[in-house]
């Protein structure tokens, strides 16, 4: 039987912890959120689920930069393609393993582009990357 769709706010607060549950944990982008950032996921987690909400529900809720956190971030230490790319690949196995639908679909789709453009926008035009990225990431490339 497959997932239900995202449909709503309390969904996509599900989803939102479960994937940072598994990115605070994950050796390759878990220090920027745990030592870098140092995220407090309950403060944090109700303007993530604004952008969300915003992004798929078409709410309208989000009024902040998303950008800027990620750009102070990458000035304190640089983030790369493999970063992004291990992003959208814990993104898409969090939403794989809770819902299946087009806001789910969209929602994969979403954070590809995302992190296309944050890696654009912190290193520049060439994003192939010197480190090479996850497959995921590469495939964004592919098809932009």
Request: aromatic share 10%; net charge neutral; hydrophobic share 40%.
């Amino acid at each position: 039987m497959p997932h239900p769709d995202i449909t709503d706010r309390a969904d996509l607060e599900r989803l939102l912890r479960r994937f940072y549950e598994v990115a605070f944990a994950d050796p390759l982008i878990g220090p920027y959120f745990t030592e870098i950032a140092r995220l407090d996921l309950e403060t944090h987690l109700p303007h993530i689920t604004d952008f969300w909400e915003s992004a798929l529900l078409r709410t309208g809720e989000y009024r902040r930069n998303a950008f800027s956190p990620h750009l102070g971030l990458h000035q304190r230490r640089p983030l790369t393609a493999a970063h992004f790319g291990r992003w959208v690949q814990l993104w898409q196995a969090a939403v794989d393993g809770l819902h299946t639908g087009p806001n789910a679909d969209r929602a994969k789709a979403q954070g590809e582009r995302i992190a296309l453009a944050m890696l654009r926008r912190t290193a520049g035009p060439d994003t192939t990357g010197t480190e090479g990225g996850f497959v995921p990431l590469s495939a964004v490339l592919l098809r932009s």
